[in-house]
């Protein structure tokens, strides 16, 4: 199983923009999630085509199953 936590931000020009961090260390401490997309934020590190972050909009984990068939 594959998990990854996606953390999503609104950008200057009201897009969403996601963040991906595979593996999180689990379980998810909501505040610790809510504090690094803040300083996230405010270091003003990121930058996409919609502009920069400006807010925090959500935070998921997606858990994905992978299987391999070996065909040849």
Do not use: C, H, W
Not at 16 to 23: C, F
Not at 31 to 58: D, H, P, R
Request: aromatic letters at 6%; charged letters at 25%; hydrophobic letters at 45%.
């Amino acid at each position: 199983m594959a998990k990854t936590l996606e953390l999503q931000f609104t950008t200057e020009f009201g897009k969403t923009a996601n963040l991906s961090v595979d593996n999180p260390k689990e379980p998810i401490d909501e505040e610790v999630v809510k504090l690094s997309m803040a300083q996230i934020i405010a270091s003003e590190v990121f930058t996409t085509a919609s502009g920069k972050f400006v807010a925090a909009k959500g935070a998921r984990v997606i858990d994905r199953n992978v299987t391999d068939y070996v065909i040849a």
